[in-house]
């Protein structure tokens, strides 16, 4: 995972420990994510790991559909 | 008569800007639109609608109180922004193009059959959008189709276009009339009456003189998209008419 922080005032390491716990919950830490950080809270990283997480299981099954 | 805020302005926030649902918890203490509608884009319809879930879980303790506004029953959308929201128990789901009671009753059903899947507590509240002809012609059929209505609220720009694109000569005559049908309609059954946004939110006194009248129509509040709006709603709205 590679994970840019846009946020000056926090540490890289900070931002790596707030977000990867959350990828890794929603399942796609291991999908080699880019994310850029721009000092979302918490209740956003969430919505839009989520709505990825969404749009991939909604992909997964037209694969599986179309054979 | 002396309302709040929280009982008459409601704030309309894009679904698919959480900085901008940030902000409006701010605030003090309104009604906050969270739109899935027209309010968001096509492409960012999936995105708004984990937002809003999300948004309605963060701040399920404000004291705001957090309409959703989901995608009518006329788009491939509305099922599943419900079955996301519902769960969070939203404090209002407001329902946009409603022409006929069947569009009412098909919500509701989609609502009843989330709240019994998930044996949630939970008793949805509905606002009620009227934004073309038929739903002004069917208005009677529609208040009868649900017990939970709280409110119908005109979308003025939807009317318009709807006048427009049957081809009637006078759209703005028919906007007016259909306003004074539901602000009558409204006040014979003690129900709540918002009226619809005011695009121009520079020109105050334009949206000062459109409240007065919006008001002796029978419209009880309205929807803003701007925080300069607020103050003006609440002075207009929050006194009785004498």
């Keep these: 995972m590679q994970c840019m922080n846009m946020v000056p005032e926090l540490t890289d390491r900070l931002v790596y420990e707030y977000v990867a716990p959350i990828l890794k919950e929603y399942g796609l830490a291991d999908l080699s994510p880019q994310i850029w950080f721009n000092g979302a809270n918490e209740w956003v990283v969430r919505s839009r790991c989520e709505a990825l997480r969404s749009m991939l299981n909604a992909a997964l099954e037209r694969e599986e559909v179309a054979g | ?242």
């Excluded at chain 2, 639109?33 to 027209?38: A, F, M, P, T, V």
């Excluded at chain 2, 879930?53 to 404000?62: P, R, T």
């Excluded at chain 2, 002796?216 to 004498?242: K, N």
């Design chain 2, 1 to 242: 008569m002396n309302q709040t805020a929280g009982q008459l302005v409601y704030f309309y926030v894009p679904g698919y800007k959480p900085n901008y649902i940030e902000y409006a918890m701010t605030f003090y203490p309104m009604n906050i639109i969270l739109c899935l509608e027209d309010g968001t884009p096509e492409d960012k319809k999936l995105e708004a609608r984990y937002v809003v879930k999300h948004a309605l879980q963060a701040f399920a303790d404000s004291e705001h109180t957090l309409i959703v506004r989901i995608n009518s029953v006329h788009t491939p959308y509305w099922e599943q922004d419900l079955e996301e929201i519902v769960p969070q128990r939203p404090g209002r789901i407001r329902v946009p193009m409603v022409k006929s009671a069947e569009d009412l009753r098909l919500v509701e059903r989609k609502v009843q059959d989330i709240i019994q899947a998930r044996s949630l507590d939970y008793s949805p509240v509905y606002e009620v959008m009227i934004e073309c002809r038929e739903a002004i012609a069917n208005i009677a059929s529609i208040h009868e189709a649900s017990a939970n209505i709280h409110a119908f609220t005109f979308g003025g720009t939807d009317y318009y276009n709807d006048c427009v694109a049957k081809g009637l000569p006078d759209p703005v005559r028919e906007v007016r009339q259909a306003k004074q049908q539901l602000g009558e309609y409204c006040r014979s059954k003690g129900l709540q009456c918002f009226d619809t946004t005011y695009m121009a939110f520079r020109d105050m006194e334009g949206f000062r003189q459109d409240c007065l009248l919006s008001r002796e129509y029978g419209f009880t509040g309205r929807s803003v998209i701007h925080p300069d709006q607020v103050a003006l709603v609440q002075e207009i709205y929050g006194t009785s008419i004498a």
